[in-house]
């Protein structure tokens, strides 16, 4: 019976291991062992920590004693104590020993899991974690941390090369300290991904600028159960410990090695994900598949079991309607295909949500096949550091890459669903449709290179200047724009333009703020009309400290074929000093229609290509199958 949780608890790291396809190591990396603890005595690959001075935690040491194993009358578990017997004389000069299970042989990349029952007592902490022996740049770890009395909620974060990444807390719906949980964490260079009993949580790649990077160096995987360390901030967060002794219960421990190639030279089968502003090197002129925009596109059918509104009139992002649900336990969002989808046939899935009066919605979304999800995202992780938004619109682009399908796998439908069984309010989904990659750009109209066209007007006001020469990207001059106030970048054309003619306008922007607060506005009779936040046009962050482009379109505005418009503004958006962002290269652009360069044998745009696409594959495999 013992090692049944040992079983177990490989096969869901296997299973996670295999889907989350990790990279195989580099020349320079080592190759790791797998290590598993069914905690049924002393086991040769994990020693328990006898602490001196330097290994102890501020107010409680080490000790091997506290360690113990026996049976929780169904399996066998292996208990960590804290205590105040023979302290400070055998607690390393600390008050209280406590306790710490860590392996013998280094670990790495791979999956990481551990079946635990939690205490509930104040001033106290467990965690289990992966961490380096180093300090400074060197300390690097990622963790599951359970704190004092706060038994439905974890806290999981990483800390590489010197930078924390946010605490993040998630919600649970169970206590931690009532049963035994399975809590898992898998990573490679590009990204970390937190379950608790095999639901995707969290998942985070290193953002725009390169600022969250994963941990990369060999270290232990561990797991204890300590006191807080005493000051203001642990009572803080704690609470007060009041000396006695307590343990916690651990059923299982596992580390699944990552793939190594015995030092040849591969190619890494995942790249940096979660960014929209990396796509091919080369463009597409193929028009995006749309899921739903008011209604399901054809050959997409509603198989949810839960009640979902797809005629939703508020909020909505373009259009009439939109998708709402209230999301809870057994609500799920479910679209069917009529035909499978293979993995490679698009880039990446877009969409927007919006949080509505409660906001912060943690939501999967899975590729189904045959009515079962093959592989999740959870959406907070493309919301930069934000959440979903409340009562706000964000979009966000998924990259097919980050649900870590192999070329010659398909799906053949859509899953939308809690990621734990709360209420959490109503969400709202709209556009949502597969895209190919950025679009090829046609014809464009310069607004501002080194100046203001003369076809245009500048009536900005607040900090703005037109010729600042401390951030360029090419020429002599940048905008620069202090985001204060209601300061704001404001062109106006008294000639007007269609929206026929172009799609949308672009920018480069240079931006110095972690998460700027700016919005972008269109005008049409020298009347501003549709908006949104910038950050939340690309999953809720901006790059910071490097120039990028933006690409707006006038559908993402609300603003239909055949109007014409005559400006746009980009809008501080707090009353508060942010920081200062750059701007160059703004113009107007149409998308291209045409594949090829002389236009004598291009391909025209059709609004039902995708689906013409799809009728040939069907067709193709359902004859090859005969």
Known sequence: MRNSSIRSLLLVSSLLLFVFSTPSLSQ?????????????????????????????YPTCAPVSTNVAFGSDGS?????????????????????????????????????????????????????????????GTYFQTIYFQFWGTNTTQVHVGFYAN?????????????????DFHTYTFSYNENVVEFYVDTVLLKRVSPDFAGQYQMPSLPGLYMVNYITGAGDKNSIQTLGPYDGLPDSISVRSLAYTAAPCLNNTESESSSEASGNPFSGPADCTVLPPFYVYSDSLNEGWTDTSTSKINFQSTYPVRNGQYAIAFDVKQGAQLTLQFYTTIMATQYQ???????????????????????????????LGDYTGFQGIPQNGWMRMIIPLSDFYLVATESFDGILVKPAYSAFMGTLSIDEMKFIYGDPCIGDTQIIYGDALDSNWKDQSFGSVDLKSTNQVEVGTYSIEFDLFDADAIYFHTDAGF????????????????????????????NQLG???????????SLPVNQWFTVMIFWEDLGVYPGTTLDGFQIK??????????YIENVELFAVATELGSDGSDALKFNSNLPFLAFLFISTWLFFYSM
């Open 530 to 540: 549709g908006n949104f936040e910038l950050a939340n046009y690309y999953s809720g």
């Open 75 to 135: 399996s066998s578990v292996m208990t960590l104590g804290i205590a105040s017997t023979d302290c400070p004389t055998s607690c390393a000069t600390r008050p209280y020993s406590c306790a710490q299970v860590e392996t013998v042989p280094q670990t790495q990349y791979g999956s990481y899991s551990c079946v635990i029952k939690t205490a509930n007592h104040a001033g106290t902490q467990s965690s289990c974690y992966f961490a380096t022996s180093g300090s």
């Open 348 to 378: 990446a899935i877009s969409l927007w949500v919006n949080g509505g009066t409660m906001g912060q919605q943690q939501v999967t979304l899975s590729l189904t096949s045959g009515g079962g999800p093959i592989a999740s995202v959870n």
């Open 28 to 56: 320079d990396d080592t190759c790791m062992t797998s290590v598993t603890n069914d905690c049924s005595g002393p086991n040769a690959n994990w020693v328990a920590l006898q602490a001196d001075s330097s290994e102890s």
């Open 572 to 581: 501080a958006d707090t009353n508060d000093y942010q920081g200062t962002v």
């Open 162 to 178: 010197g930078v924390q990444y946010p605490d993040t807390i998630i919600p649970l719906t169970f206590r931690t300290d009532m």
């Open 498 to 525: 269609s929206s026929t003619d172009f799609q949308g306008f672009k920018f480069d922007i240079f931006n110095t703020v972690k998460q700027p607060k700016m919005t972008v506005f269109i005008a049409q009779n």
